[in-house]
């Protein structure tokens, strides 16, 4: 759940840097949020149908249906989780970290959760930039945390008798704690314009590089930026540099080569000119164009 951080600042066909999408979240990432988050939903909606549908009248049709989809998804919310972390156990580090960032908290974080209301209002209100998760994302997850093992264990004490109707009723307080939280997460991830952006990111769990640019730029200051200048220099291409073409010496017909054309070093055609000094053979006579003020000592071509 993200909320707005102000106007989006105006697309740049030429800046190429942020063209594009970039992956925010891993397949193991995406299992898991889907075999929490599916479960929890079908959890919650059958408890309501319950609570409020047949606890005013058990007579009416279909409620052991309904009774015993509940207790299959509070089963599969037990225990889908666990085995989607058995199966992406190589990715364990990435949960860990996931659980440190949501429980780290900063004043930035403080401020952003103070300034969000505001900002969705007054477009000239800044946020600070946040991490891989903002501060709304912050709480559901630590929410999520505490109250998932008091869902999953409250719900078993449910079926058995002597402790199912206090176990119901912290079941229940808590499914009140964790409403506000889902119905916000829920409209945040698709019905906010500014932030729906993000859902991709548990689809395909890739995003638009300038989204996420806004939304989490310390986050991609830290990991993306790093990362992706360290591909450039790993692409970039190592061209040799361009010498200039050999110029072959001018002999008039009949002359001897000058002394720089025949102390210049010979190198066959197909040779690559990486380090040659390239000089320019002068008639025998000739005054030098390195020094044009000099003329040509009449007895050069006789020694040379």
């Known amino acids: 759940m993200s909320a707005p951080q102000g106007p989006l600042p105006p697309k740049k066909r030429s ?144 079926w058995m008798p002597g402790v199912a109707y206090l176990s119901w009723l912290v079941h229940l307080a808590m499914a009140a704690i964790a409403t506000p939280l889902m119905l916000g997460h829920i409209f945040m991830a698709t019905v906010n314009p500014d932030t729906r952006v993000g859902l991709s990111g548990m689809i395909t769990g890739f995003v638009d590089r300038r989204w996420a640019r806004h939304h989490y730029r310390r986050w991609y200051d830290e990991h993306v930026a790093p990362a992706e200048a360290r591909a450039a220099l790993r692409l970039e291409p190592r061209v040799a540099p361009r010498l200039p073409p050999r110029v072959e010496p001018h002999v008039e017909p009949g002359a001897e080569p000058s002394v720089a054309a025949r102390l210049e070093p010979h190198i066959p055609p197909h040779a690559e000119p990486h380090a040659t000094l390239n000089l320019v053979a002068l008639p025998a006579g000739a005054p030098s164009e390195s020094d044009p003020c000099t003329e040509a000592d009449p007895g050069e071509s006789a020694v040379a």
């Open 15 to 158: 800046v190429s840097a942020l063209a594009g999408d970039i992956l925010r979240f891993r397949a193991s990432e995406r299992h898991l949020h889907w075999a929490i988050a599916i479960p929890f939903m079908v959890c919650y909606t059958t408890a309501l149908v319950l609570v409020f549908v047949y606890n005013p009248d058990p007579a009416r049709p279909y409620r052991a249906v309904v009774s015993w989809a509940h207790r299959v998804s509070g089963v599969c919310l037990a225990l889908l989780p666990l085995w989607t972390a058995v199966r992406h156990r190589h990715d364990m580090a990435v949960y860990r970290g996931n659980v440190r960032e949501a429980w780290k908290w900063t004043l930035d974080d403080v401020k952003w959760l103070m300034l969000m209301g505001p900002a969705t209002v007054n477009k000239r209100i800044t946020l600070p930039h946040q991490g891989k998760f903002n501060a709304a994302e912050k709480i559901n997850f630590m929410t999520l945390t505490m109250t998932y093992p008091l869902f999953v264990f409250t719900g078993l004490l449910i």
